[in-house]
């Protein structure tokens, strides 16, 4: 017999947002009596219970697909022709990636093509911000909600509670969170953190995340030796969520200088945390952080770095930040969430029983 | 301070920005050099073939196993219907091959992924997780706390030539030692706490894991490297791959220093937590010898850390 809701995404993977994101709504929907399949284009090591794509039969009395790039399972719906709730969490335009990764550049490009099939497909939209509802009205879907990502925010420290570490050696911590890659713009934020650092000599800046395409990181470290701050400038790589967390606690201000995002869940962690949060204003990123953080509107490096420095050296500033963004994040804290995205499912899952 | 405008905040940090740019030549000058650096950087180094380490090796392969019938080939010069049917023979005729061909890799990059997943719960029942770096055991034991500066400067006195590695780095006290005597070194450390510690003190901590750096770095490039810390609450699979890949890394005449505490002297709950997890520095002698390396033991007056390796390679290494 055929569960009631199919969940779709292209891969389960460990520490990936959007995989992290249907298992939560795969428990919510569990706990709401319902039974729940994930299908997957490809089965990694831990997932054997789910299916593959290619066993799928389309039957389901709700099939949720989850889309942000070209996938094979995408391309299944639209050869089955199978109505679908369409959970969107925006698609990286491919002129980012052309000259560093031509190969994504094609996905993200096919990724696009199957949204506009997929549109006259989509029961309803569901999107992580307003920015991700809007290109989906735009598309002609009718029916979008907007429900956030799903995620288990890092235990937040109180803002009372946290430590000042800045000024303790005239630098301060600079964190950035996320993919290293050109949409992301980390090479922006290197060169603010050059200019940065005639200001503070001893600030440092950490990037956390995994490179792609990996010569995109080998760009930002020749561009931090270039510009003589690559003995400041850490490159932490892929960390465990207990290290994650000790960054965020560790550092004094997020920078995000990235030109595409559809949502941002590294600003609100940050927020959560009690971390100041400084941003360039693009996508959905003022729409995440609201009136919780700065949102600039030029990323020149001069610009940033000045945000970066104000933040940094105005511990008011810092104060009122931080007091913001821990009571903006409770906005996304998983039982709103939660709620809202069973708010979004509700009718469409419970019809007929 | 609730009354804080940020969009106020914003907006004098932007008019602070443009008149530094229109006041400040030098200013200026740094903002457009900063990004002449970048733009010539991008250019020159986004088309290299850079080998990703992480990356998924089977992914890659399916992206580039797949042919397009549908490149244009040309044609020649010639009567038209003749051009017309060599065309189309000529597309068909690639068409075929070009299928067999995506068919086969399909084939064959399925079968890989099959494997891949009974590997992957292989290394998952044998204690591993799901990316295979991190022992399942790490996380039990608590880090070992920062070496004494008996250690640091006994250590530190051993370090033969240069560049030196130190695994893990801590807070930089021995990568500081080190330095000081004039040899170039740096240190790999996962702890943020430990990375920005070294930081302050200027010193080349990096962050990242022990054993991924070491795989990453090249053959012979280490004079001595440094093996301390976290590789204390490391399994014994792993201190053996920790062996063979310092011993690829090592220069001809290179050195391994260990120092770590013994575990049979661990209280109690830590010895339980801790069971299989490090090797007293007897055994590190004798892992050492098994490859190739003419190693003993120096007594150290430190309470926790009694015994110090130091192995001196005396064979040349071979790929494991």
């Known amino acids: 017999m055929s569960p009631t809701v199919d969940l779709l995404i292209p891969q389960m993977a460990t520490g990936d947002a959007t995989s992290n994101h249907t298992r939560l709504i795969q428990q919510l929907l569990e706990e709401k009596g319902l039974e729940t399949r994930v299908v997957v284009e490809r089965k990694s090591r831990s997932d054997g219970s789910d299916l593959s794509v290619e066993k799928w039969k389309g039957d389901a009395r709700v099939s949720i697909l989850?889309?942000?790039?070209?996938?094979?399972?995408a391309q299944f719906v639209i050869r089955k022709k199978t109505p679908v709730v369409l959970n969107y969490h925006n698609i990286t335009p491919a002129s980012y990636f052309q000259s560093w990764q031509p190969e994504l550049a094609k996905s993200v490009e096919r990724g696009r093509q199957q949204l506009g099939q997929l549109a006259r497909?989509?029961?309803?939209?569901?999107?992580?911000s307003e920015f991700n509802a809007q290109e989906l009205r735009d598309l002609g879907i009718d029916d979008v909600v907007v429900a956030p990502v799903l995620w288990k925010l890092g235990s937040g420290v109180p803002p009372s509670e946290q430590g000042d570490s800045t000024d303790l050696d005239g630098?301060?911590?600079?964190?950035?969170?996320?993919?290293l890659a050109p949409n992301k713009c980390q090479h922006d934020l290197i060169a603010a953190f050059a200019v940065l650092s005639r200001f503070r000599p001893e600030a440092r800046l950490v990037l956390v995340g995994q490179a792609s395409p990996p010569q995109y990181l080998h760009s930002l470290k020749s561009l931090a030796r270039r510009l003589g701050v690559h003995s400041r400038v850490v490159f932490a790589g892929k960390v465990s969520d207990k290290n994650l967390l000790q960054?965020?606690?560790?550092?004094?201000?997020?920078?995000?200088?990235?030109?595409?995002?559809?949502?941002?869940?590294?600003?609100v962690e940050a927020m959560a945390n009690g971390l100041p949060v400084v941003a360039y204003?693009?996508?959905a990123v003022a729409e995440t952080v609201q009136d919780a953080g700065i949102v600039i509107r030029d990323k020149r490096p001069v610009t940033m770095a000045l945000a970066l420095h104000r933040v940094l050296s105005d511990g008011q500033l810092r104060q009122s930040l931080r007091d913001r963004g821990v009571k903006s994040a409770q906005r996304f804290d998983?039982?709103?969430t939660r709620e809202q995205m069973w708010i979004a499912l509700k009718d469409l899952v419970e019809v007929g029983d | 301070m609730s009354e804080l405008d940020l969009k106020q905040v914003s907006a004098e940090i932007e008019a602070d920005a443009d008149n530094r740019r229109r006041q400040d030549r030098e200013i200026a000058q740094l903002e457009h050099d900063i990004e002449q650096a970048w733009a010539d950087i991008a250019e020159s180094e986004s088309s290299l073939h850079v080998i990703d380490e992480d990356g998924d090796f089977l992914n890659q392969a399916a992206n580039l196993a797949s042919l397009d019938p549908h490149v244009p080939i040309g044609s020649r010069r010639g009567l038209r219907g003749v051009k017309w049917l060599v065309r189309k023979l000529s597309y068909w005729y690639a068409r075929f091959l070009t299928d067999q061909f995506n068919v086969f890799a399909g084939v064959l990059i399925r079968h890989l992924r099959n494997v891949e997943t009974r590997l992957g719960r292989l290394e998952g029942a044998a204690g591993y997780l799901g990316d295979g770096t991190v022992p399942a055991g790490f996380g039990v034991l608590d880090s070992p706390p920062e070496p004494s500066a008996e250690v640091v400067s006994h250590v530190a006195g051993l370090a033969g030539s240069g560049p030196c590695l130190v695994l893990s780095g801590g807070k930089g006290a021995i990568v500081e030692a080190i330095s000081q005597r004039g040899i170039s070194v740096h240190g790999v450390e996962q702890d943020p706490d430990r990375v920005l510690a070294g930081l302050r003190r200027r010193l080349d901590i990096r962050a990242g894991g022990v054993l991924p750096h070491l795989v990453?770095?090249?053959?012979?490039?280490?004079g001595t490297i440094v093996l301390t810390g976290f590789v204390e609450t490391l399994p014994l699979r792993d201190l053996v791959g920790m062996v063979n890949q310092a011993s690829l890394k090592l220069k001809k005449t290179?050195?391994?220093?260990?120092?770590v505490a013994d575990p049979a002297a661990r209280a109690r709950v830590d010895a339980e937590l801790g069971s299989g997890l490090g090797i007293s520095p007897v055994t590190w002698r004798h892992l050492l010898e098994q490859a190739g390396f003419d190693a003993s033991l120096e007594p150290c007056s430190d309470s926790r850390i009694t015994e110090i390796v130091v192995a001196q390679r005396t064979a040349p290494p071979s790929r494991p």
């Open chain 1, 66 to 73: 989850q889309h942000s790039i070209g996938s094979e399972v």
């Open chain 1, 121 to 128: 497909l989509t029961r309803r939209g569901i999107a992580d």
């Open chain 1, 171 to 179: 630098g301060g911590t600079v964190l950035f969170v996320g993919r």
């Open chain 1, 247 to 267: 960054w965020y606690q560790l550092s004094d201000v997020l920078a995000c200088t990235s030109e595409h995002e559809g949502f941002g869940v590294p600003l």
């Open chain 1, 281 to 283: 204003d693009a996508a």
């Open chain 1, 334 to 336: 998983i039982s709103v």
């Open chain 2, 216 to 222: 990453g770095a090249e053959d012979g490039e280490f």
């Open chain 2, 254 to 259: 290179g050195r391994i220093v260990v120092a």
